[in-house]
């Protein structure tokens, strides 16, 4: 039973457009919400969070939207640069001591 | 060391064989996970340590894997009686509080074990 869902195992996108990443939760009592991205043989790192109390956290070139009636978070990052190519993951957590729960992952291709 | 250390980067280990992988977390980090990530899987949460609470055991799939944190600092996780299902990347991670509070949750992983067991 997944909790966190990333659908789209892959997307591709053109240097300089926008790539959206998409991320839906099951659990209603998630209250905070991450993206980390991983290179290959590297660990995850922090990238973005948000939390409930917000619908949209920006940083940069990357912004995290939350809809929580929907159950749904996407990562927009614009404009994609081919060093953004790399393994999104989507987590979650609850409020406080809970560890987070991860989504599949979608890989990034930013194609220059 | 400045991040989450692991060791060994590389097991290769034949079914049967019990393993131990090795987690060195940030210094000052009170809360310390493990997560594995199999081929085509996601992260998926194995045991969590969160200073002298009791661990979080609810991830671990089989009483062949254990886990223990020695002075609030390493981490081993022991898998006994390996099988081939349990090849994976293996990957720990330490934060400043517990996982999924704002602004200080953040997790810090290590770069990972890889266990291949044949």
């Known amino acids: 039973d997944q909790q966190v869902k990333q659908n789209s195992p892959s997307l591709s996108v053109q240097e300089g457009r926008i790539s959206i990443l998409n991320c839906d939760y099951t659990?209603?009592?998630?209250?905070?919400f991450l993206w980390y991205k991983k290179y290959p043989a590297e660990g995850p790192t922090f990238l973005i969070s948000?939390?409930?109390?917000?619908d949209k956290n920006e940083d940069g070139r990357f912004t995290v939207f939350l809809n929580k009636s929907a159950k749904h978070l996407s990562l927009h990052i614009v404009p994609s640069q081919p060093g953004d190519s790399a393994v999104y993951f989507c987590?979650?957590?609850?409020?406080?001591?809970?560890?987070?729960?991860f989504g599949k992952g979608t890989r990034l291709s930013v194609i220059a | 060391g400045a991040g989450v250390s692991q060791s060994p980067s590389n097991k290769v280990t034949e079914k049967g064989k019990d393993v131990e992988l090795r987690c060195d977390p940030i210094s000052g980090h009170t809360a310390l996970y493990w997560y594995r990530q199999s081929l085509g899987q996601g992260l998926e949460f194995l045991i969590y340590?969160?200073?002298?609470?009791?661990?979080?055991k609810s991830g671990l799939p089989s009483d062949r894997f254990s886990a223990e944190r020695t002075g609030g600092s390493v981490s081993t996780l022991t898998i006994q009686r390996t099988q081939q299902e349990d090849s994976a990347v293996y990957l720990c991670?330490?934060?400043?509080?517990?996982?999924?509070?704002?602004?200080?949750?953040?997790?810090?992983f290590g770069e990972g074990s890889r266990l291949t067991v044949l």
């Open positions: 659990n209603s009592m998630f209250d905070y």
């Open positions: 948000i939390s409930s109390i917000k």
């Open positions: 991670a330490s934060s400043l509080a517990p996982g999924g509070l704002p602004g200080t949750g953040e997790l810090f």
């Open positions: 340590f969160q200073g002298n609470s009791a661990p979080d």
């Open positions: 987590a979650a957590s609850g409020s406080g001591n809970t560890p987070l729960v």
